[in-house]
């Protein structure tokens, strides 16, 4: 079984930044690709960000590009999205997932963090 917990979300003035970082227990971190997601009330929930498992390849979505940088540190089993330049419209619910390729998409992705709120506010 593969836990995952998010830390790092809270309330921030919009322009401001803030680090999430998500650690992983129960198997071999460093051998799976690393994603985040988020989810604003009343929308879908959309990809974010994407990490392989080397930290060699990253991907992400339009909305945050040049804004939000994701890394990874394998020997602390941890995963990070700094998030800068923040904006209203990114405040959401975000997710850290983990699978077996590094991807945009939500189905890639077997094992979900329970999620840490990001408030922007403007």
């Known amino acids: 079984q593969v836990q995952l917990v998010e830390s790092g979300g809270g309330l921030v003035q919009a322009g401001g930044s803030l680090r999430l970082a998500c650690a992983a227990s129960?198997?071999?971190?460093?051998?799976?690709?690393m994603g985040w997601f988020r989810q604003a009330p009343g929308k879908e929930r959309e990809s974010v960000a994407a990490i392989s498992w080397s930290g060699g390849s990253t991907s992400y979505a339009d909305s945050v590009k040049g804004r939000f940088t994701i890394s990874r540190d394998n020997a602390k089993n941890t995963v990070y999205l700094q998030m800068n330049s923040l904006k209203s419209e990114d405040t959401a619910v975000y997710y850290c997932?983990?699978?077996?390729?590094?991807?945009?998409?939500?189905?890639?992705?077997?094992?979900w963090g329970q999620g840490t709120q990001v408030t922007v506010s403007s």
């Open positions: 129960g198997r071999t971190f460093s051998s799976y690709a």
């Open positions: 997932a983990t699978g077996p390729t590094a991807t945009m998409s939500d189905f890639s992705y077997r094992y």
